[in-house]
């Protein structure tokens, strides 16, 4: 007798789906009990700035999802580098699950908030939250990360130098900790948000490119 040995299913994996499935499961569900027209995009003071009939608006998310779960595999088959995704593979996996979990979220803050519009005023708040707890995710697995043209800090001294790269995505790590840390905080306090997340914004993205560039820069110099 021929036994069929299967693959088990990556852990991570399993909860994308689980979570992609819930969201349309959950949007089936509720759609009967939605306004007509519902907010599809706030203010950071929390006030509805956008509005869509809930025959498309209600779907938004699930099938944005779903988009992600499909399309996320294709990305190391496009990949130059294509080989490099196996050193990273867990690390790569976190990375998708953590953002099909922040639309999961964002699905449940968007519809919590339309049947109960009175708190309206923490949607900016929750949003932050959100986003906060992903960069501290993200930057907890971006040193692990190694060169692809897709994942991670791409400049053309990170592409061009192994080392390079490693020591940037390090760095960019840390900047990601520390910027989804203070988000969080942020979300809390809620003081002076708009500087606030210009400023770590700018922490977050501009200081790992003149990091990359300092060090490819001293590592010619050798």
């Known amino acids: 007798m021929t036994h069929l040995t299967r693959k088990p299913i990556d852990a991570m994996l399993a909860v994308r789906i689980s979570l992609v499935a819930l969201m349309f499961i959950a949007a089936a569900i509720i759609y009967p009990y939605l306004p007509d027209i519902i907010p599809t995009h706030w203010g950071i ?4 700035k956008g509005w869509s009939p809930k025959t498309w608006g209600a779907w938004i998310m699930p099938p944005m999802s779903l988009a992600f779960l499909v399309l996320f595999p294709f990305l190391s088959k496009l990949d130059p580098k294509r080989e490099n995704y196996e050193k990273f593979k867990q690390p790569w996996s976190v990375i998708q699950t953590s ?14 908030v339309t049947f109960y519009p009175q708190y309206n005023d923490m949607v900016g708040r929750a949003v ?8 501290v995710v993200l930057g907890n697995v971006m040193g692990k990360v190694r060169q692809n043209y897709f994942i991670g800090l791409k400049t053309p001294w990170t592409l061009d130098n192994p080392e390079v790269w490693q020591k940037s995505q390090r760095f960019a790590g840390w900047a990601f900790v520390i910027s989804g840390l203070v988000f969080i905080i942020e979300s809390i306090i809620w003081i002076a948000i708009m500087p606030v997340f210009v400023v770590m914004m700018g922490v977050m993205v501009l200081m790992p490119i003149v990091y990359s560039y300092l060090l490819s820069r001293d590592i010619k110099k050798m």
């Open 45 to 48: 003071e929390g006030v509805p």
């Open 99 to 112: 953002l099909v979990a922040l639309l999961a979220y964002m699905f449940l803050v968007t519809n919590f």
């Open 128 to 135: 932050v939250l959100g986003i906060g707890v992903l960069f």
